[in-house]
């Protein structure tokens, strides 16, 4: 499904114009990120988790030459969905 699907999907199902559909997108993908950067965790009740952990640096392998390189550390965003929606998808 595409951003655009979605929002249509968004309009049609609450009743109002794909516009205003839009704006409410963004705003919950705003709201996503600044809790994702202020606790790290955000809990959508009957979706799922969004968390960012910190994944550790580490070596790797460059598959063309073979030649050994660093992998820098960074903070990853993970998502873990509900049972609920893991048993609708099933």
Do not use: C, W
Not at 14 to 19: D, F, P, Q, T
Not at 21 to 35: F, R
């Amino acid at each position: 499904m595409t951003k655009s699907e979605l929002i249509g999907q968004i309009a049609e199902n609450a009743g109002i114009s794909k516009s205003e559909a839009d704006k409410a997108y963004d705003a919950v993908v705003s709201a996503i990120i600044s809790g994702l950067k202020a606790d790290g965790n955000v809990p959508l009740t009957g979706i799922g988790t969004f968390k960012v952990t910190h994944r550790a640096g580490r070596s790797g392998r460059n598959p063309s030459t073979g030649e050994t390189i660093q992998i820098a550390a960074k903070n990853v965003l993970k998502f873990k969905a509900s049972k609920s929606v893991e048993a609708e998808i099933d």
